[in-house]
Structures are given as structure tokens and as C-alpha cells.
């Protein structure tokens, strides 16, 4: 089962001034971060995590409300998805990393 959380990324972000001026996009950084946070505070949480994949699907605005589903996969990494009014705005697997790797 999928452990969800909603997110809201404010327009006062910091990361959000000149990202784009006029038109401004929420980063994918910030969205992975959501992700990073959730697989940390997962039952099988690792030292550190890798990116083992993501995709961005369509753009977010500032203020949109999100949902972030995580859950854990048999091999101990973290499928992660973002929807935005229920249609997915990103995707990707995060990996655990030992802290001698990292």
C-alpha cells in the first residue's frame, strides 16, 4: 500500500525567483526532494538514496496542491509518483546506497 502526502509548493519559495519570471515552474529538484523526504521517513529507510530514475511529466505551478505516493518495492528501493488533481506530474525510483558507497 502506498503511503500518500500532499504538498503545496508556496510561490514564496526560494527556488522560485527567475525560475521563470512572469511564468514561474516549480523545479524538479524540489519535487525529487519531496521524494528524497518521504523515502527517508519510510520504514526501510536507507543512509542515502540514489536517483535510479525520474521523469517530469508536465510543469507545476506554484500553489497547485499535490500528492506524493511512495512505496516501497521488493528490492528496497522507493517507486515515487506526483499528481497534481489526480493526473501525474512526475515519476521516478529512488535506490538506497549504503554510506560506504556514498
Not at 18 to 35: C, S, Y
Amino acid at each position: 500500500m502506498a503511503a500518500v502526502t500532499t504538498l503545496i509548493i508556496a510561490a514564496e519559495h526560494p527556488a522560485l525567483p527567475g525560475h521563470f519570471p512572469g511564468a514561474p515552474i516549480v523545479p524538479g529538484v524540489l519535487l525529487l526532494d519531496e521524494a528524497l523526504r518521504a523515502a527517508a521517513s519510510a520504514q526501510r529507510a536507507a543512509d542515502y538514496w540514489r536517483i535510479g530514475s525520474a521523469k517530469f511529466i508536465k510543469p507545476v505551478r506554484p500553489g497547485e496542491t499535490l500528492t506524493l505516493e511512495h512505496q516501497a518495492l521488493p528490492n528496497g528501493s522507493i517507486g515515487f509518483s506526483v499528481l497534481s488533481a489526480g493526473q501525474p506530474v512526475a515519476r521516478g525510483v529512488l535506490v538506497p546506497v549504503a554510506a560506504r558507497e556514498a
